[in-house]
């Protein structure tokens, strides 16, 4: 994989954005929707982790196979 770093800063400045977004158009007052900004973003970030430790789980797991 070529250049990495540089992958994971785009894909959190998309991350924060399409969250931020959602939050705003989520809730119709400004201050509720930056309350649960923080909440919100880290369970997509811990929902994208997630989906990831499984994915290279069953990389592992099947890869041994044969």
């Not at 973003?41 to 592992?60: D, N, Q, S, W």
């Amino acid at each position: 994989m070529n250049d990495i770093v540089q992958h994971l800063l785009l894909f959190l400045a998309v991350g924060v954005a399409i969250v931020t977004l959602g939050a705003f158009y989520t809730d119709a007052l400004d201050q509720r929707a930056f309350r649960a900004l923080p909440k919100r973003l880290v369970t997509f970030f811990g929902g994208c982790l997630l989906l990831v430790a499984i994915l290279l789980i069953c990389e592992h797991t099947f890869a041994s196979l044969s």
